[in-house]
């Protein structure tokens, strides 16, 4: 008896380079009109993500 072995399908982006930058420029528009918001540094943290998966 022959069995087969089937591999799993590979792994599709789900969001491309320029959803990332989409995204990025959204953040720092955010950012930028809540200042003095306490989150605003997770907000930073998140728009320096977003430009690091961009860059790869």
């Known amino acids: ?13 789900v969001l491309s380079n ?4 989409l995204l990025q420029e959204a953040v720092l528009f955010y950012m930028r009109a ?5 989150i605003s540094s997770t ?4 728009y320096h993500r977003l430009g690091s998966a ?3």
Do not use: G, I, W
């Not at 320029?18 to 930058?21: G, L, N």
């Not at 809540?34 to 306490?38: G, K, M, R, S």
């Open 18 to 21: 320029q959803d990332f930058k």
């Open 1 to 13: 008896m022959t069995t087969m072995t089937t591999e799993p399908a590979r792994a599709r982006a």
């Open 54 to 56: 961009t860059r790869r």
């Open 34 to 38: 809540h200042e003095d918001d306490p």
């Open 43 to 46: 907000y930073s943290n998140l």
